[in-house]
């Protein structure tokens, strides 16, 4: 079983909806999160990171850690068809100096004009 | 544009050889990590650096090793390739013990 597990998707959407993305894991110790969006061929961008529980807003995007339940989302609001993308959840321990990311598999995402 | 630059782009090469890929980080961080992304595994941690010292190893292979130079930029040499090494190879950097993490480009190589 992997650490972090994420739908892959793909999942298509009319442009205006909005987008449920998320991710669950088996490693209690993970305290950061973040979400990555890639494009093809492209370089992952970071969007959300957060820290332990609860909610974090930025313009359209939303992210959600609830740690008792290893879940995490994120939501797009009134997406756009410049959101297709892939979507990777990605998160780290507390371990001293140490910060490698343990990423999902990624959920790819269309957003119909 | 995250600010972390990788080269080159692109490689093509035969089984057996080796090769350098070379990193340099965002102005101001002291980490940088190395990523393959292939299709199969999907994103997997290979090597950290921190100020020119090794600080983390994952699923890297004995063939490969990187190393951290004095102006922070790093290098990863792949040696004996096989065809399973085609893959993308990403650098990412962060500001000592943070956890943003900055992507670079990629450099995607092929072992034909």
């Known amino acids: 079983q992997k650490e972090v597990e994420q739908d892959p998707g793909p999942l298509s959407v009319p442009e205006g909806a909005i987008v449920s993305l998320n991710c669950t894991y088996s490693n209690s110790a993970f305290q950061y999160f973040m979400w990555y969006r890639q494009y093809s061929r492209k370089g992952p961008e970071l969007l959300m990171y957060?820290?332990?529980?609860g909610n974090k807003e930025d313009g359209r995007f939303t992210a959600q850690v609830d740690k008792s339940s290893k879940y995490i989302s994120l939501f797009i609001r009134d997406s756009q068809p410049s959101d297709s993308a892939t979507y990777l959840c990605?998160?780290?321990?507390?371990?001293?100096?140490?910060?490698?990311?343990?990423f999902g598999s990624g959920t790819r995402l269309q957003v119909q004009p | 544009d995250s600010g972390v630059t990788q080269t080159p782009k692109h490689l093509i090469t035969a089984t057996g050889q080796r090769v350098t890929l070379r990193c340099s980080p965002r102005?101001?961080?002291?980490?940088v990590y190395w990523y393959q992304q292939s299709l199969d595994q999907g994103l997997q941690f290979l090597i950290q650096y921190y100020n020119g010292e090794e600080r983390a190893k994952g699923n890297i292979l004995e063939r490969f090793s990187a190393q951290q130079f004095p102006d922070l930029h790093s290098e990863l040499n792949l040696s004996s390739l096989e065809l399973g090494d085609s893959a993308l190879y990403f650098c990412?950097?962060?500001?000592?013990?943070?956890?943003?993490?900055?992507f670079g480009p990629g450099t995607r190589l092929t072992v034909l």
């Open positions: 990412a950097s962060s500001v000592g013990h943070f956890n943003e993490q900055f």
């Open positions: 957060t820290y332990s529980s």
């Open positions: 102005s101001g961080d002291l980490s």
């Open positions: 990605a998160m780290s321990a507390e371990v001293t100096g140490r910060r490698a990311l343990t």
